[in-house]
T-cell receptor, first 113, second 119 residues
Framework: KAGVTQTPRYLIKTRGQQVTLSCSPI?????VSWYQQTPGQGLQFLFE???????NKGNFPGRFSGRQFSNSRSEMNVSTLELGDSALYLC????????????FGPGTRLTVL | AQSVTQLDSQVPVFEEAPVELRCNYS??????LFWYVQYPNQGLQLLLK??????LVKGINGFEAEFNKSQTSFHLRKPSVHISDTAEYFC?????????????????FGKGTHLIIQP
């Protein structure tokens, strides 16, 4: 089975721009979660989508949004980028339940200049 | 809400020596526990998880962890490390009962422990 894939792997943007990141989950997995990883804050949960609905959300401003398509692929959007948004954005997929293993993709490294 | 504390940010160990990476958690609800490993420029890979049953959990690459409910700990151990074990290790928890409306229900991670294997 193919693993979780994320595109692009690297991205450079300037302040004020917006960005869209993409995630393709493992086949058969209906849940997709997004995490932000920074040296200062560590790994933080952004949100989770299940069957095209957001069912959990972390403590991030409304500039961070996402969606999930009928094939379970997910996109994450960040509008009005700030320098502090520079981070590794990780996507994880699992079948559905709380105890199911989350499988992580390699991440998208976003740099905001 | 949950929180995870990894007591050591960095652990240097000689090759073939045993290692223990410490993890303590705090939660108002019952949780599942996980250990993930991250190699440079890669995503996270699950080492092991505790859902229920025996408190000693065996994982991949010779790692094991013991869940201690009274001490709210989930320490990771390996009897003999190899140079290839050099990586960042993350302890994480998630609520057993999700979507209770109390807030975020994703994985809550510790800050990570950098395991450095010295030849």
């Amino acid at each position: 089975k193919a693993g979780v894939t994320q595109t692009p792997r690297y991205l450079i943007k300037t302040r004020g721009q917006q960005v869209t990141l993409s995630c393709s989950p493992i086949s058969g997995h209906r849940s997709v979660s997004w995490y932000q990883q920074t040296p200062g804050q560590g790994l933080q949960f952004l949100f989770e989508y299940f069957s095209e609905t957001q069912r959990n959300k972390g403590n991030f401003p409304g500039r961070f949004s996402g969606r999930q398509f009928s094939n379970s692929r997910s996109e994450m959007n960040v509008s009005t980028l700030e320098l502090g948004d520079s981070a590794l954005y990780l996507c994880a997929s699992r079948q559905s339940g709380a105890g199911d293993t989350q499988y992580f993709g390699p991440g998208t490294r976003l740099t905001v200049l | 809400a949950q929180s995870v504390t990894q007591l050591d940010s960095q652990v240097p160990v000689f090759e073939e020596a045993p290692v223990e990476l410490r993890c303590n958690y705090s939660s108002s609800v019952s949780v599942y526990l996980f250990w993930y490993v991250q190699y440079p420029n890669q995503g996270l890979q699950l080492l092991l998880k505790y859902l229920s049953g025996s408190t000693l959990v065996k994982g991949i690459n010779g790692f094991e962890a013991e869940f201690n409910k009274s001490q709210t700990s989930f320490h990771l151990r390996k009897p003999s490390v190899h140079i290839s074990d050099t990586a960042e290790y993350f302890c994480a928890v998630s609520p057993r009962v999700m979507y209770s409306g109390g807030g975020a229900d994703g994985l809550t991670f510790g800050k990570g422990t950098h395991l450095i294997i010295q030849p």
